[in-house]
Structures are given as C-alpha cells and as structure tokens.
C-alpha cells in the first residue's frame, strides 16, 4: 500500500512569516509530485508540481523535492490569512492516479 | 480559465437507490478521474479513465460504481444500490498530461 504521509497541524503560523509544511511518501519509484490547497468544504486547487530534486518557486511559494529522502515539502513565504487551509500532498502513481495525505491544516493569524 | 464542473452540487438519495454524478472537464483534456472524500477523512482516488476506458480502478469501484463518456462532453459516475457509507464528496478531475484539476464536487448524502 503506497502512503503519503503529512503532519494533521495544525500548524499556526503569524502573518508574513514562513510555513513549512512537509510530506513523505513510500514508493522509491514516484516521479511526480503535487500540492493543492482545500479551503474548507471546497475541492482541492493545484498550487505546485515538482519533477525534479531541488526547488522550485512560484510567487510566493517554493516546493522542495528529495527523492533519495522521499520527502516533499511545500514553503509559504509572507503568509496571508488568506493562506489559512488545508494543504494537500499528492504523489502521482500508475494510470496517473493520485494518492494524497490527509492534508495539514494551516492557520494565518492576522 | 477553463474549469471542470460537475452537478449537481449536492444530492440526497435513500439507502438503495441509484444516482448518477455528471461531470463535464477541461475541454482539451483527455484523461478524466473520479476521487471522493468522506468528511474528515483524506481524498480518495476511485478510477481513471482514458480513451473510452477504464485505466484504473481503486478496491473501492467495486460493481456497485461505473463510469461512462455519454459524449464529447460529459463523464458520468453511477452508484447503483447505494448505501450509507457512500455518503461522501465526489470529485471529478481532468487532465492533459500528468496536472490533475478538480471541479467543484458533489455532495452525495444517502439516507
């Protein structure tokens, strides 16, 4: 059984500072790796893919990647409350399915 | 921007009824997928589907679900015989290549 593993948080965290969130998952073999964003009662937003070891940057967030540690992880910079959701780590197996975390509650206090 | 969308945005059935989920993707997408979420509770891959069928099918789509391409258009989940434990959102995704974007859901309550 391939797992996606997440802290639940919450993670509390003041406004315009740093969140990190992290995520490790079992199977050697995956590729390809997703973050999505799920406000409360809504589906999940896709806000980063990563491929490759190393960082990636898209506005404000950075999603890291180590394939030898099997670990993912997702960083906010100057956090808004806006931010405050749930944040989703997806890892893309066979047939392109996807196998997600239980997801880390963030909280952006004002 | 284009978006993937799905009705209705909430359903109630009784317990052994069928119902039947509509979803219609991104239009130059070809590769469609069903999750659900029970609350609380993670997103939960159902099947995906390419090319007029079935890639993948999770232990959960079991004979009880299926899913068809009526058209060009829309991409439909049934559940026949529903029961309780079926209550849940279920969200439709699409994709071109391996970024997968989800509508909105359906609410499906079953009593």
């Known amino acids: 059984q391939k797992e996606v593993e997440q802290n639940s948080g919450p993670l509390s965290v003041p406004e315009g500072a740093i969140a990190s969130l992290n995520c490790t998952y079992s199977?050697?073999?995956?590729?390809?790796f997703f973050w999505y964003r799920q406000y409360s009662g809504k589906s999940p937003e896709l806000i980063m893919s990563?491929?490759?070891?190393g960082d990636k940057e898209d506005g404000r967030f950075t999603a890291q990647l180590n394939k030898a540690s099997q670990y993912v992880s997702l960083l906010i910079r100057d956090s808004q409350p806006s931010d405050s959701a749930t944040y989703l780590c997806a890892v893309l197996g066979s047939n392109y399915k996807l196998t997600f975390g239980k997801g880390t509650l963030l909280t952006v206090n004002p | 921007e284009p978006e993937v969308t799905q009705t209705p945005s909430h359903q109630v059935t009784q317990m052994g009824q069928e119902v039947i989920l509509r979803c219609v993707p991104i239009?130059?997408?070809?590769?469609f997928y069903w999750y659900r979420q029970i609350l609380g509770q993670k997103v939960e891959f159902l099947v995906s589907f390419y090319n007029n069928e079935i890639s993948e099918k999770s232990e959960i789509f079991d004979d009880q679900f299926s899913v068809e391409r009526p058209d060009g258009s829309n991409f439909t989940l049934k559940i026949r015989s529903t029961k309780l434990e079926d209550s849940a959102m279920y969200f439709c995704?699409?994709?071109?290549?391996?970024?997968?974007?989800f509508g909105p859901g359906t609410r499906l309550t079953v009593t």
């Open positions: 199977d050697r073999g995956s590729q390809s």
């Open positions: 239009s130059n997408h070809l590769y």
């Open positions: 990563i491929y490759s070891n």
């Open positions: 995704a699409s994709s071109e290549g391996l970024e997968q974007y």
